[in-house]
């Protein structure tokens, strides 16, 4: 029987501050997302907002990269799934709401998604979807897995095909596995069908990152820590790049915090930009 442990502290904090994002920052939004609150479920008189993680000003670099990395995943699935890539995996896939909030983009395009996540996390945001009215339409997987066991062949199970294109996306996981344990993950994905991307974010060294967000950092790594789940890994972008190249990727692209500022941030009026603390990475086979 499969426990309903629930999503992980991260999975909340982040569909938390992706929902803080339409409340404590200006318009134009860099993506709108209230599905993930109402998964995520505060108690009613559940002040969410005054947790010390939701600080509105402390927060607000970290909090763009949040939703910034959001909507370069969303962008870059949506792009590929127009040109005829038919599969998206979501690894790890906690309080992602990409399903529920661009359904219509996913009807036209026939693309089929894939999320894993631990088994309990999966029943758990099965039943959540299911109580809210979404549902699990048959082109949507919530697929249980044991991310140290064979995964892929939990995937291929719930009909995922190898043999075919696909998009994979990992946000926010790098930093909780070792060099190895990322290694094997890389060379996995690495050998999809011709024309697969994966697209990953890494945390930069303490050192990398800008001098007023450094504390920030160190504060996450300390709640990381002693919530059982602490940063393992911490990679500069030529490293991160040299990993996925040696297990057999074809290209990849480091896309860099000024990236995403020019892309999604140009436009403000105010001072909001993503932290370089967390980027991206995109490899293709």
Same mark, same amino acid.
Do not use: N
């Given at each position: %029987?499969?426990?309903?442990?629930? @999503?992980? !502290? ?10 803080? !994002?339409?409340?404590?920052?200006? @318009?134009?939004?860099? +993506? ?11 108690? *009613? ?8 993680? %939701?600080?509105a000003e402390a927060t607000r670099?970290?909090?763009?990269? +949040? ?11 949506? $792009? ?10 979501? =690894? ?10 661009? &359904?219509?983009?996913i009807a036209a395009t026939g ?57 994979? &996306? ?17 060379? !996995? +994905? ?11 974010? /890494? ?18 790594? #300390?709640? *990381?820590? $002693?919530?059982?789940?602490? /940063? =393992?890994?911490?990679?500069? @972008?030529?490293? +991160? &790049?040299?990993?996925? %190249?040696? &297990?057999? /990727?074809?290209?990849?692209? !480091? ?16 001072? =909001? #930009? ?12």
């Open positions: %029987m499969t426990t309903e442990t629930g @999503p992980d !502290h991260t999975a909340v904090r982040t569909a938390l501050w992706r929902a803080l !994002h339409l409340r404590a920052d200006a @318009p134009p939004y860099v +993506i709108e997302d209230e599905v993930g609150l109402r998964l995520a479920g505060p108690a *009613a008189g559940d002040d969410w907002r005054a947790r010390p993680d %939701m600080d670099r970290t909090r763009a990269s +949040i939703v910034a990395r959001a909507r370069f995943v969303e962008d870059l699935v949506v $792009a590929e799934a127009g040109r005829g890539v038919g599969q998206y995996v979501v =690894l790890g896939a906690g309080l992602d709401t990409f399903a529920q909030r661009r &359904a219509d983009d693309l089929r998604v894939f999320e894993a996540d631990r088994a309990g996390a999966v029943a758990w945001k099965r039943r959540r979807l299911t109580e809210l009215g979404y549902g699990v339409p048959e082109w949507l997987r919530l697929v249980p897995v044991d991310f140290e066991g064979d995964w892929w062949g939990q995937l291929t199970a719930d009909g995922f095909d190898p043999g075919r294109p696909a998009v994979v &996306a990992s946000a926010g996981v790098t930093m909780y596995l070792t060099e190895d344990a990322l290694t094997a993950t890389l060379r !996995h +994905i690495a050998r999809l069908a011709p024309g697969s991307t994966l697209v990953t974010t /890494f945390l930069r060294p303490v050192e990398d990152v800008e001098p007023d967000q450094r504390e920030q950092l160190r504060v996450a790594q #300390r709640g *990381a820590r $002693a919530s059982g789940t602490p /940063f =393992l890994s911490f990679y500069a @972008p030529a490293r +991160i &790049a040299d990993l996925a %190249m040696a &297990a057999g /990727f074809r290209d990849t692209r !480091h896309v860099p915090a000024e990236e995403l500022a020019r892309r999604y941030f140009a436009t403000r009026a105010d001072d =909001l #930009r993503p932290s370089r603390g967390e980027e991206l990475l995109v490899a293709t086979t």
